[in-house]
């Protein structure tokens, strides 16, 4: 697929790369752009369980100053400071995560596109845009200097 190519070096498909290994890295960097959301809303997960049990020291209080010793009792003993998962609290996930599984999908991302494309990125979506942009049109400009 012999198009013109997008403007910055940093976005152009070396020498050599085929369609298919084009496709596959682009595929592969959405993919990892999937996961970058997934940590996200891991994120989100751990500061909205943060605030929860923080809200459970009000509820506590609440529970004890309406009289209700008992509820007040269970809340405290059974949830305020509870481990999400066995052993942990959201920032250890977090923490494995992290260094774990988005840490090795982020390296091997790097790894297939410095080995199969100078480490070059989103070569797929420069291409993409060139084809589909109106050349010439206010807002289609290739690159925001132009």
């Known amino acids: 697929m012999d198009i013109s190519l997008p403007p910055e070096d940093r976005h152009r498909r070396p020498p050599g790369i085929s369609?298919?290994?084009?496709?596959?890295?682009?595929?592969?960097?959405k993919a990892l752009e999937?996961?970058?959301?997934?940590r996200g809303h891991l994120y989100s997960a751990h500061q909205l369980v943060g605030g929860a049990?923080?809200?459970?020291?009000?509820?506590?209080?609440?529970?004890?100053?309406a009289g209700h010793d008992e509820v007040a009792e269970?809340?405290?003993?059974?949830l305020l400071g509870r481990n999400v998962l066995p052993g942990r609290w959201t920032f250890q996930?977090?923490?494995e995560?992290?260094?774990g599984y988005y840490a090795a999908f982020q390296k091997v991302e790097r790894y297939a596109r410095e080995t199969l494309a100078d480490g070059r990125r989103h070569i797929y979506e420069a291409e993409m845009k060139e084809?589909?942009?109106?050349h010439g049109m206010?807002?289609?400009?290739a690159t925001p200097h132009e």
Do not use: Q, S
């Open 131 to 134: 084809r589909r942009r109106t």
């Open 53 to 65: 049990d923080l809200t459970l020291d009000r509820v506590v209080e609440l529970l004890r100053e």
């Open 34 to 38: 999937t996961i970058h959301r997934v």
């Open 138 to 141: 206010p807002g289609h400009e």
């Open 97 to 99: 995560f992290d260094d």
């Open 74 to 78: 269970r809340v405290e003993r059974e």
């Open 93 to 95: 996930i977090m923490e």
């Open 19 to 29: 369609d298919l290994t084009v496709e596959a890295l682009g595929e592969l960097n």
